[in-house]
């Protein structure tokens, strides 16, 4: 189980880029590692139970001479692991050890004396092996195209004690001389028993790796790329895997130019996992975004609710641009929203913030043909909140709390006019700008999963360029995907907004408004 579920986080860690320097990283901590080794024994034990053990046909010296005796149909009956160990070793190594682990079996026996005269006798035999030690040396890496794939690098047995008791025949007679047969029985399973775990464990971790998709759909525009940038390395008794951590335009994916923030190697945390989400990730999202065409938008009356005391008409707006219901007086208007460049973040201690650019341009309706009436450069300083819903499908969200905008008039039809009054009306409508943002990027940015596997638990850490989530991990066997569902904002008491109020007013009561707005719009 956790080859399996290392394999998995191992490939959350794109192909598209040789850069070696990861938007995103995943740290299995020693913790993660002890809850994964109880999970794996149970399964190691219902695997070992269920392998089939070779037929045995040897010749051994014993005091009635040279006898050769065939082992076959043996059936695991019981089996002690409950001392396997599973460790990290660098560079990038699992080994799994098992110590003193002790294995009983039945079979069927049978002899023919070598030599005149040539008796026979068969019946059955028990079985029992003890303080077995084997240690399974396996690497995880990297293909080519950014995938995890295993490597087995070696395996000693060693095989302390074994015994036998004949039954049925002579068995009295057999049992005498029963360590000839002993000693020839553990020569036999010290030479069987690597292959057959090799078979076993690689044959979990395929099973494990079909189901693993490395590009996860955010929505119909986007996906994002969790290739591995490098093989997986073991630093400080925790895990670490390296990701691409990009999102692409479905399209046309290109990658980003954003600068990649670097990250200490490792972090001290009491929870199983830690996810590290990168500055530059959510700037991918921006970008990508921005290449998709996603962030243009015809907002019309349509879009209002009719509880929202805005319409969009010159009426409505004569006392703002006075010259525009002049121009065009009680006529519809459609603002065409074109945001020119890609939304940029920037994340450090005080908290999330970003920044928006673009034009919106006036369309005045007339005679069924949208007329431009002007264009304003239009600023808009974000501060983002971000949550996480944790499960067997996690996802991070962005949600706007509030925006600054700042606008100035760059063409006009109309005749210039100062744009004060306009830019006061945004800061109100800023109560409606953020819930309708919110509405419309309502995708969550899915987080590495695996199936019958949940994240649970949260604690985080905001620094300069990325932020960590601290989490557990639930085993839910029997449940692929988990309905099970916990959210949690990423919300500090020290959460700062940098944004320049340039009139508090404004921002006050459209503060007061927006949860109203918020409930209409949703």
Not at 4 to 13: D, G, H, I, K, R
Not at 16 to 32: A, H, M, N, T
Not at 42 to 64: G, R, S, Y
Not at 129 to 152: C, F, H, M, W
């Amino acid at each position: 189980m956790l080859l399996m579920f290392v394999m998995t986080l191992c490939a959350t860690c794109t192909a598209l880029s040789v850069d070696k320097k990861p938007g995103f990283r995943i740290q299995i901590s020693q913790k993660g590692v002890e809850y994964a080794r109880g999970v794996l024994l149970p399964k190691l034990k219902e695997a070992i139970q269920t392998l089939k053990i070779e037929d045995i046909d040897k010749t051994v010296n014993t005091p009635i001479g040279h006898m050769t005796f065939q082992i076959y149909n043996a059936r695991v009956a019981d089996v002690d692991i409950s001392q396997t160990t599973l460790a990290l070793a660098s560079p990038s190594n699992l080994v799994v050890s098992f110590n003193k682990a002790l294995i009983s079996a039945g079979a069927q026996w049978h002899y023919r004396r070598v030599h005149f005269p040539h008796i026979s006798d068969h019946g059955r035999i028990n079985i029992s092996a003890s303080q077995i030690n084997i240690n399974v040396n396996l690497n995880i890496g990297r293909t080519e195209d950014g995938k995890p794939n295993i490597t087995y690098q070696s395996c000693s047995t060693l095989v302390n004690h074994t015994s036998v008791i004949f039954s049925g025949g002579y068995s009295w007679l057999y049992n005498l001389f029963s360590g000839s047969v002993s000693a020839a029985l553990k020569s036999t399973l010290e030479s069987q028993a690597c292959p057959k775990l090799r078979i076993q464990i690689v044959k979990n971790l395929d099973k494990a790796l079909v189901s693993l998709d490395l590009h996860s759909d955010i929505d119909d525009y986007c996906f994002i790329d969790y290739s591995l940038v490098e093989a997986p390395s073991v630093l400080h008794d925790a895990f670490i895997a390296n990701g691409k951590g990009e999102i692409f335009d479905k399209t046309n994916p290109s990658e980003c130019p954003s600068p990649k923030q670097d990250m200490p190697e490792t972090v001290d945390s009491d929870r199983m996992v830690t996810l590290w989400i990168t500055e530059y990730m959510l700037n991918t999202a921006g970008y990508a975004y921005q290449r998709a065409g996603f962030l243009q938008y015809n907002l019309t009356n349509a879009d209002i609710p009719d509880k929202i005391p805005i319409k969009m008409t010159t009426t409505f707006f004569k006392y703002f641009v006075p010259i525009l219901y002049k121009t065009y007086p009680d006529k519809d208007l459609t603002l065409w929203i074109n945001v020119t460049k890609p939304v940029t973040f920037d994340v450090n201690k005080a908290g999330v913030s970003g920044r928006a650019e673009g034009t919106i341009t006036w369309l005045v309706h007339v005679n069924d043909t949208l007329v431009p009436a002007f264009t304003l450069d239009a600023q808009l300083d974000l501060c983002v909140n971000l949550s996480v819903h944790l499960g067997s499908k996690s996802e991070v969200y962005l949600d706007l709390i509030t925006v600054e905008p700042y606008v100035q008039l760059k063409s006009s039809n109309i005749g210039n006019f100062p744009v004060n009054s306009l830019e006061t009306f945004l800061k109100f409508s800023r109560a409606l700008i953020v819930p309708f943002v919110n509405a419309l990027v309502k995708n969550g940015i899915p987080l590495p999963s695996f199936d019958y596997v949940s994240f649970t638990g949260f604690d985080f850490n905001l620094e300069d360029g990325y932020i960590q989530i601290h989490t557990d991990i639930k085993y839910v066997p029997g449940t692929r995907v988990s309905t099970d569902r916990e959210h949690y904002p990423l919300f500090s008491d020290d959460f700062e907004c940098k944004i320049k109020d340039k009139n508090d007013w404004a921002n006050a009561v459209a503060d007061n408004i927006i949860d109203f707005f918020s409930n209409e719009i949703n």
